[in-house]
C-alpha cells in the first residue's frame, strides 16, 4: 500500500505525460504482481464496483468530527476524500501496511455489513496521504492526469508492444491483469481473449471546419444525421454454448443491465455501432426521455415500456461472426443494409438502419445541414468517407461531425460555488436566471466555458460582489451578465423557471451589458423540444 | 466599559478610541502600533510608528529609512500609556520581531495577538500566554483539516529530493520575510552546509536577520552566479511570484518547491504547480489554535484573518464568547495568497 500511495503521490504532483508515464513504468518493474495489477485497473478507472460508498464515508467521519466543521472543511477543501484523509482523528501508525492486493481482497470479501468497521480500521493506520489513496481507490475516483488510453499507451511503451495490441486485449482482461503484464514483460503467452465477449474501441469523428464542407465531393462521402442519443456498441454471441450479449458505451463501460428490452431480441455473431435512443417503433424519442433510461440500475416494466428503447445502426465491426473492419465503409455498409434488411436474424424491430442522405454540392450539404437542424432530434450532419476503415481512435480525415449551431442566451449570475478538484477554492460553478418581469429566476448552472483567466476574473467578481451565504453557496448581486450557450432546452419540473438547459456553459462574459437587458424566460421557453 | 465601546474597526483598521491609535493601520494614521513587518500589517508613512526594534528595521528595509516621520523601538513588557491606555508589547512567535499587543482600560484587558504561532522558531522568542478579557486571535488556518507536520519531516523531504535528483535545481518559493530565513535556518539543522542561492528580492531581509546576528551559513546572490549551470543539484530560494516567472526559465532542470501552509491542500498545491510541496507555516495550525484559546482562557474571542467561521464556531463551542472581528485590507482569503504570501 505504501509504494501505491506514493505512486499517486508522485502522479498527483508531477506535470507531464512523459514524467508520469516515466513513474507508472519505475512503479511496474518495481511492484510485484499482484498488486501493480491493481494499482494499474485503479489508475485506468477499470474497477468494476465501489468497495465503499461515499454515504459510507462520510458516515464514518461525521460519527467522528463534528458535522458543522466537517461541513466547512469540506467546502475549503472541496473534496471528500481529501477532507476525510485530513480530519480522521485516529492515528496508530503500522510498521508495515498490508499490500494493496491484500486490501482490496478484504474489501471484495468482506460482508456489507462490515465494509465500514474495515475501512474504518484501515484508515486508523494510515497517514492521511495514505488515507487519501484508499479512499479514492474504494470510491473509483482517482483523477491524477492519466487517462485510460494514456495508461494503455504506457503500457505498450513498457512491454514494447504495439498499442492496438493492448486496446484488442484489454476488454477481455481483467485485474489484475497478471498474464497481460507477464506478456508485456515477455515472461508469458499472450492472454487469450477469443472466448470472451470484448469491447472494440470505437472510432471517432472530429468537427467539421469550413474547408472541409468547400471541399465536398459527393462521391466520397457518406452523408448521416447525428442522432441525439448515445453512441453504443451492440457485442452479441449467441452461436456459443454460453450465449453472450452486452451492450458498451462508447468509452466501454458495460450498460446492458440498463437496456434487456433491447438485448432480449438480439441474437447472432456479431459488433454493431450505433446510437441508444428511446423509439416508440420508427419515432425517434427526445434525449430527455432517454435520460430517464440512462444510470437506472434495474428499469421497471413500466419504465420499459413508456420508454423502449432502440439503437440506430450506423456501422457494423463484426457480422456472422466475420471481422469487418479491414473493409471500406461503402462495403460494411452493404453488408450491415443486407443483413438488417435481408436475414432472419438481422431483421429485428428494435434495429434500425441509419438513413443515408445526400448532397450534391457543398452549397446542397449546407442547405441540408440547415435542414435537418430543424429537426430536434437530430443534432446535426455526420460525413464519413466512403474509403474509410474501421479504425479505434480518431483517425484525421475520415469521419467529421457538423453539429447544429448552439444556441445562447444571456442570462444573469445569481449564485456562485467553489468548485472541485483543480478549481477547490476558486468560485467556478455559476447559477444563472433569466427575467420574468422584474423578478429573476434560476435556469441553469454551468461551471465550463471559460478559461483560466477568466475563471480568476470571475472568481474575483464574485468575493467582490457577494451579498449572501446560503451554505457553501454565494448570493451575488444580480449585475453580472453571462453568454450562456447550450445545446437544447426541455421542460422540467425541478426548476421554479420550469425549464432546463442541456450542456449549458459559459459562452462569453458580458462585462459590458446591464443586467436588466439579459433575455427573459419567455424567450427561452421558445426554444423548447417539441 | 466592554472594550466593544473603546475598540472599534474602520475602514484603515483597529482603532482604540481612548488611546487615540490604531493598530496595523493600512494607510498613513497619526499614531500607529505595529505588530511585525509583513505588509499587511506595516505600511508606511504614518506620522509616529511605535514598534519593535527588528520590525522598525524591516520596515526601513522594505520603505527606506523616512518609511515614518517618528520611530519609536519598543522593548518587550514595558509598559506605554496612550492617555489613559496602557499598552505593552510581548513575543508573538511570528516571525523576527512579531509582537503581541496588550492593551488595558477601564479595568478591561484586551490582547491584539497579531499572526502568531506555538512552534519552536529560532529566529524569534516564543508566544507568551497573556491573560486578557478580550482575546483577538488570527484564523488563518483555523480548520481542523490543518495540522502543520514538524518542520524538520518537511526538510527532510527536499533533502531526499536532493538526493533522487541530483541534477535538478531545486527551486523553493518560499515568502522573502520569515519564511526564507526558517527553512534556511531548518536546513542548516539538518546539517544542510552547502551554499543556498537566493533570488534578488530575497538578500536584503536575509542580511538584515544576519545583522540581528542570526547565522544563516553561506548565502550566494543567483544574480552572482555566472554560470546558471552550475545550480543543477542547489537549492535556490526565490518569492512564490519567480517560480513561474520568466526569471525561473534560465536555471538549469528546475524542479518546484512550494513552502507554505497551504501546501497541505493538493488541490492549492497543484495550483500553484508545485512539485514538491512543504508544509511550513509562520501561523498556528488548528491544534495551536486552540491550545492557545484555552491556555489563554479569555471571557470572550475576537476572531479575524482567515477562517472565521470555523474558529467562532469551535470557540462557542468550548465556552467562550466568541465573533468575527471584520477587518477592512486583512481578508487574506479574498485577495488569494498573492497579495498575503506570508504564511
Same mark, same amino acid.
Given at each position: 500500500?505504501?509504494?501505491?500511495?506514493?505512486?499517486?503521490?508522485?502522479? /498527483?504532483?508531477?506535470?507531464?505525460?512523459?514524467?508520469? +508515464?516515466? @513513474?507508472?513504468? =519505475? $512503479?511496474?518493474? !518495481?511492484?510485484?504482481? #499482484?498488486?501493480?495489477?491493481?494499482?494499474?485497473?485503479?489508475?485506468?478507472?477499470?474497477?468494476?464496483?465501489?468497495?465503499?460508498?461515499?454515504?459510507?464515508?462520510?458516515?464514518?467521519?461525521?460519527?467522528?468530527?463534528?458535522?458543522?466543521?466537517?461541513?466547512?472543511?469540506?467546502? /475549503?477543501?472541496?473534496?471528500?476524500?481529501?477532507?476525510? +484523509?485530513? @480530519?480522521?482523528? =485516529? $492515528?496508530?501508525? !503500522?510498521?508495515?501496511? #498490508?499490500?494493496?492486493?491484500?486490501?482490496?481482497?478484504?474489501?471484495?470479501?468482506?460482508?456489507?455489513?462490515?465494509?465500514?468497521?474495515?475501512?474504518?480500521?484501515?484508515?486508523?493506520?494510515?497517514?492521511?496521504?495514505?488515507?487519501?489513496?484508499?479512499?479514492?481507490?474504494?470510491?473509483?475516483?482517482?483523477?491524477?492526469?492519466?487517462?485510460?488510453?494514456?495508461?494503455?499507451?504506457?503500457?505498450?511503451?513498457?512491454?514494447?508492444?504495439?498499442?492496438?495490441?493492448?486496446?484488442?486485449?484489454?476488454?477481455?482482461?481483467?485485474?489484475?491483469?497478471?498474464?497481460?503484464?507477464?506478456?508485456?514483460?515477455?515472461?508469458?503467452?499472450?492472454?487469450?481473449?477469443?472466448?470472451?465477449?470484448?469491447?472494440?474501441?470505437?472510432?471517432?469523428?472530429?468537427?467539421?471546419?469550413?474547408?472541409?464542407?468547400?471541399?465536398?465531393?459527393?462521391?466520397?462521402?457518406?452523408?448521416?444525421?447525428?442522432?441525439?442519443?448515445?453512441?453504443?456498441?451492440?457485442?452479441?454471441?449467441?452461436?456459443?454454448?454460453?450465449?453472450?450479449?452486452?451492450?458498451?458505451?462508447?468509452?466501454?463501460?458495460?450498460?446492458?443491465?440498463?437496456?434487456?428490452?433491447?438485448?432480449?431480441?438480439?441474437?447472432?455473431?456479431?459488433?454493431?455501432?450505433?446510437?441508444?435512443?428511446?423509439?416508440?417503433?420508427?419515432?425517434?424519442?427526445?434525449?430527455?426521455?432517454?435520460?430517464?433510461?440512462?444510470?437506472?440500475?434495474?428499469?421497471?416494466?413500466?419504465?420499459?415500456?413508456?420508454?423502449?428503447?432502440?439503437?440506430?445502426?450506423?456501422?457494423?465491426?463484426?457480422?456472422?461472426?466475420?471481422?469487418?473492419?479491414?473493409?471500406?465503409?461503402?462495403?460494411?455498409?452493404?453488408?450491415?443494409?443486407?443483413?438488417?434488411?435481408?436475414?432472419?436474424?438481422?431483421?429485428?424491430?428494435?434495429?434500425?438502419?441509419?438513413?443515408?442522405?445526400?448532397?450534391?454540392?457543398?452549397?446542397?450539404?449546407?442547405?441540408?445541414?440547415?435542414?435537418?437542424?430543424?429537426?430536434?432530434?437530430?443534432?446535426?450532419?455526420?460525413?464519413?468517407?466512403?474509403?474509410?476503415?474501421?479504425?479505434?481512435?480518431?483517425?484525421?480525415?475520415?469521419?467529421?461531425?457538423?453539429?447544429?449551431?448552439?444556441?445562447?442566451?444571456?442570462?444573469?449570475?445569481?449564485?456562485?460555488?467553489?468548485?472541485?478538484?483543480?478549481?477547490?477554492?476558486?468560485?467556478?460553478?455559476?447559477?444563472?436566471?433569466?427575467?420574468?418581469?422584474?423578478?429573476?429566476?434560476?435556469?441553469?448552472?454551468?461551471?465550463?466555458?471559460?478559461?483560466?483567466?477568466?475563471?480568476?476574473?470571475?472568481?474575483?467578481?464574485?468575493?467582490?460582489?457577494?451579498?449572501?451565504?446560503?451554505?457553501?453557496?454565494?448570493?451575488?448581486?444580480?449585475?453580472?451578465?453571462?453568454?450562456?450557450?447550450?445545446?437544447?432546452?426541455?421542460?422540467?419540473?425541478?426548476?421554479?423557471?420550469?425549464?432546463?438547459?442541456?450542456?449549458?456553459?459559459?459562452?462569453?462574459?458580458?462585462?459590458?451589458?446591464?443586467?436588466?437587458?439579459?433575455?427573459?424566460?419567455?424567450?427561452?421557453?421558445?426554444?423548447?423540444?417539441? | 466599559?466592554?472594550?466593544?465601546?473603546?475598540?472599534?474597526?474602520?475602514?484603515?483598521?483597529?482603532?482604540?478610541?481612548?488611546?487615540?491609535?490604531?493598530?496595523?493601520?493600512?494607510?498613513?494614521?497619526?499614531?500607529?502600533?505595529?505588530?511585525?513587518?509583513?505588509?499587511?500589517?506595516?505600511?508606511?508613512?504614518?506620522?509616529?510608528?511605535?514598534?519593535?526594534?527588528?520590525?522598525?528595521?524591516?520596515?526601513?528595509?522594505?520603505?527606506?529609512?523616512?518609511?515614518?516621520?517618528?520611530?519609536?523601538?519598543?522593548?518587550?513588557?514595558?509598559?506605554?500609556?496612550?492617555?489613559?491606555?496602557?499598552?505593552?508589547?510581548?513575543?508573538?512567535?511570528?516571525?523576527?520581531?512579531?509582537?503581541?499587543?496588550?492593551?488595558?482600560?477601564?479595568?478591561?484587558?484586551?490582547?491584539?495577538?497579531?499572526?502568531?504561532?506555538?512552534?519552536?522558531?529560532?529566529?524569534?522568542?516564543?508566544?507568551?500566554?497573556?491573560?486578557?478579557?478580550?482575546?483577538?486571535?488570527?484564523?488563518?488556518?483555523?480548520?481542523?483539516?490543518?495540522?502543520?507536520?514538524?518542520?524538520?519531516?518537511?526538510?527532510?523531504?527536499?533533502?531526499?529530493?536532493?538526493?533522487?535528483?541530483?541534477?535538478?535545481?531545486?527551486?523553493?518559493?518560499?515568502?522573502?520575510?520569515?519564511?526564507?530565513?526558517?527553512?534556511?535556518?531548518?536546513?542548516?539543522?539538518?546539517?544542510?552546509?552547502?551554499?543556498?542561492?537566493?533570488?534578488?528580492?530575497?538578500?536584503?531581509?536575509?542580511?538584515?536577520?544576519?545583522?540581528?546576528?542570526?547565522?544563516?551559513?553561506?548565502?550566494?546572490?543567483?544574480?552572482?552566479?555566472?554560470?546558471?549551470?552550475?545550480?543543477?543539484?542547489?537549492?535556490?530560494?526565490?518569492?512564490?511570484?519567480?517560480?513561474?516567472?520568466?526569471?525561473?526559465?534560465?536555471?538549469?532542470?528546475?524542479?518546484?518547491?512550494?513552502?507554505?501552509?497551504?501546501?497541505?491542500?493538493?488541490?492549492?498545491?497543484?495550483?500553484?504547480?508545485?512539485?514538491?510541496?512543504?508544509?511550513?507555516?509562520?501561523?498556528?495550525?488548528?491544534?495551536?489554535?486552540?491550545?492557545?484559546?484555552?491556555?489563554?482562557?479569555?471571557?470572550?474571542?475576537?476572531?479575524?484573518?482567515?477562517?472565521?467561521?470555523?474558529?467562532?464556531?469551535?470557540?462557542?463551542?468550548?465556552?467562550?464568547?466568541?465573533?468575527?472581528?471584520?477587518?477592512?485590507?486583512?481578508?487574506?482569503?479574498?485577495?488569494?495568497?498573492?497579495?498575503?504570501?506570508?504564511?
Amino acid at each position: 500500500m505504501e509504494a501505491f500511495s506514493e505512486l499517486l503521490e508522485q502522479l /498527483y504532483f508531477t506535470s507531464g505525460n512523459n514524467a508520469k +508515464a516515466a @513513474l507508472i513504468k =519505475d $512503479y511496474l518493474a !518495481s511492484t510485484p504482481d #499482484p498488486d501493480r495489477g491493481w494499482a494499474v485497473a485503479a489508475i485506468a478507472g477499470a474497477l468494476k464496483f465501489d468497495f465503499f460508498k461515499r454515504n459510507t464515508v462520510k458516515k464514518l467521519i461525521t460519527e467522528r468530527v463534528d458535522g458543522e466543521l466537517f461541513a466547512m472543511s469540506y467546502d /475549503y477543501v472541496g473534496e471528500v476524500s481529501e477532507t476525510v +484523509a485530513h @480530519l480522521w482523528p =485516529d $492515528y496508530e501508525p !503500522s510498521v508495515k501496511l #498490508p499490500a494493496l492486493s491484500e486490501i482490496i481482497d478484504d474489501f471484495m470479501g468482506v460482508s456489507r455489513n462490515k465494509v465500514s468497521g474495515t475501512l474504518a480500521n484501515y484508515l486508523s493506520i494510515m497517514t492521511p496521504a495514505q488515507r487519501w489513496a484508499l479512499l479514492k481507490l474504494g470510491t473509483r475516483g482517482l483523477r491524477i492526469g492519466v487517462s485510460a488510453r494514456s495508461i494503455k499507451q504506457i503500457l505498450a511503451d513498457y512491454g514494447n508492444k504495439d498499442i492496438s495490441d493492448i486496446e484488442t486485449l484489454w476488454h477481455g482482461v481483467k485485474p489484475p491483469y497478471t498474464n497481460l503484464l507477464l506478456w508485456l514483460e515477455d515472461k508469458g503467452p499472450k492472454p487469450d481473449i477469443s472466448d470472451v465477449l470484448t469491447f472494440h474501441p470505437v472510432m471517432l469523428s472530429h468537427p467539421i471546419e469550413e474547408k472541409h464542407i468547400d471541399d465536398f465531393c459527393p462521391h466520397l462521402w457518406q452523408i448521416e444525421n447525428k442522432y441525439d442519443g448515445i453512441r453504443v456498441q451492440l457485442a452479441c454471441n449467441t452461436q456459443k454454448a454460453e450465449s453472450q450479449k452486452a451492450l458498451f458505451s462508447r468509452t466501454g463501460d458495460d450498460i446492458s443491465h440498463a437496456f434487456p428490452d433491447l438485448l432480449e431480441a438480439i441474437s447472432g455473431n456479431l459488433v454493431l455501432d450505433g446510437e441508444l435512443l428511446v423509439m416508440h417503433k420508427e419515432s425517434i424519442d427526445t434525449f430527455n426521455a432517454l435520460q430517464q433510461r440512462l444510470n437506472k440500475k434495474k428499469p421497471s416494466n413500466a419504465l420499459m415500456k413508456t420508454f423502449p428503447a432502440g439503437m440506430i445502426v450506423y456501422d457494423a465491426l463484426v457480422i456472422e461472426g466475420i471481422d469487418l473492419t479491414s473493409l471500406p465503409l461503402a462495403e460494411r455498409r452493404k453488408k450491415l443494409q443486407d443483413y438488417l434488411t435481408q436475414t432472419e436474424k438481422g431483421i429485428n424491430p428494435r434495429l434500425h438502419l441509419s438513413t443515408t442522405l445526400f448532397a450534391a454540392s457543398a452549397d446542397e450539404l449546407r442547405a441540408l445541414h440547415q435542414k435537418v437542424c430543424q429537426n430536434r432530434a437530430v443534432e446535426g450532419l455526420m460525413l464519413k468517407r466512403l474509403d474509410s476503415y474501421y479504425v479505434p481512435g480518431r483517425p484525421k480525415g475520415k469521419w467529421y461531425k457538423w453539429k447544429r449551431d448552439a444556441f445562447t442566451v444571456d442570462a444573469v449570475m445569481m449564485y456562485a460555488q467553489r468548485g472541485h478538484g483543480k478549481r477547490s477554492s476558486f468560485y467556478s460553478d455559476y447559477t444563472f436566471g433569466a427575467w420574468q418581469d422584474d423578478t429573476l429566476l434560476p435556469i441553469g448552472k454551468a461551471y465550463s466555458g471559460f478559461t483560466d483567466d477568466e475563471l480568476k476574473k470571475l472568481d474575483n467578481w464574485v468575493r467582490r460582489n457577494a451579498i449572501g451565504r446560503f451554505g457553501p453557496v454565494r448570493e451575488v448581486k444580480k449585475e453580472l451578465v453571462l453568454e450562456v450557450a447550450f445545446d437544447a432546452v426541455h421542460t422540467s419540473s425541478r426548476h421554479k423557471s420550469g425549464v432546463a438547459l442541456r450542456f449549458p456553459r459559459i459562452h462569453r462574459i458580458r462585462w459590458d451589458k446591464p443586467a436588466s437587458e439579459a433575455d427573459t424566460l419567455e424567450t427561452i421557453v421558445s426554444l423548447i423540444d417539441t | 466599559m466592554h472594550p466593544s465601546q473603546w475598540m472599534k474597526i474602520d475602514n484603515i483598521g483597529l482603532y482604540c478610541k481612548p488611546g487615540d491609535f490604531y493598530i496595523d493601520p493600512m494607510s498613513p494614521v497619526q499614531t500607529a502600533l505595529v505588530t511585525h513587518g509583513h505588509a499587511d500589517h506595516a505600511r508606511e508613512g504614518h506620522k509616529h510608528v511605535f514598534a519593535s526594534h527588528e520590525t522598525l528595521a524591516i520596515m526601513r528595509t522594505r520603505y527606506g529609512e523616512e518609511m515614518a516621520d517618528e520611530q519609536q523601538g519598543v522593548a518587550m513588557q514595558t509598559p506605554l500609556t496612550f492617555n489613559d491606555v496602557v499598552v505593552t508589547f510581548y513575543p508573538a512567535g511570528h516571525i523576527l520581531g512579531s509582537t503581541q499587543i496588550l492593551i488595558e482600560y477601564a479595568g478591561y484587558s484586551v490582547v491584539v495577538s497579531g499572526d502568531y504561532k506555538r512552534r519552536h522558531d529560532p529566529t524569534c522568542p516564543p508566544f507568551e500566554v497573556i491573560p486578557c478579557d478580550v482575546f483577538i486571535t488570527e484564523a488563518t488556518f483555523a480548520l481542523p483539516v490543518f495540522r502543520h507536520p514538524p518542520i524538520g519531516d518537511e526538510i527532510a523531504k527536499l533533502l531526499h529530493s536532493l538526493a533522487v535528483f541530483p541534477s535538478r535545481c531545486h527551486l523553493v518559493g518560499a515568502y522573502a520575510l520569515g519564511k526564507c530565513q526558517r527553512v534556511i535556518l531548518a536546513l542548516r539543522e539538518a546539517g544542510y552546509d552547502a551554499p543556498i542561492y537566493l533570488h534578488g528580492a530575497q538578500i536584503k531581509l536575509c542580511q538584515l536577520y544576519q545583522q540581528f546576528d542570526i547565522a544563516l551559513g553561506e548565502l550566494i546572490p543567483v544574480s552572482e552566479v555566472v554560470d546558471k549551470q552550475t545550480l543543477a543539484g542547489e537549492i535556490v530560494i526565490a518569492p512564490p511570484s519567480a517560480l513561474a516567472d520568466r526569471w525561473s526559465r534560465s536555471l538549469p532542470n528546475v524542479r518546484t518547491v512550494m513552502v507554505s501552509g497551504w501546501m497541505q491542500i493538493r488541490a492549492r498545491a497543484k495550483q500553484r504547480n508545485a512539485e514538491l510541496p512543504l508544509i511550513i507555516s509562520d501561523h498556528c495550525d488548528w491544534p495551536e489554535l486552540l491550545q492557545t484559546i484555552e491556555e489563554v482562557n479569555p471571557t470572550e474571542v475576537w476572531v479575524t484573518h482567515g477562517r472565521e467561521d470555523a474558529l467562532i464556531y469551535q470557540a462557542r463551542k468550548m465556552g467562550y464568547r466568541a465573533r468575527a472581528l471584520s477587518m477592512v485590507g486583512y481578508d487574506e482569503d479574498e485577495q488569494g495568497e498573492s497579495f498575503h504570501g506570508s504564511v
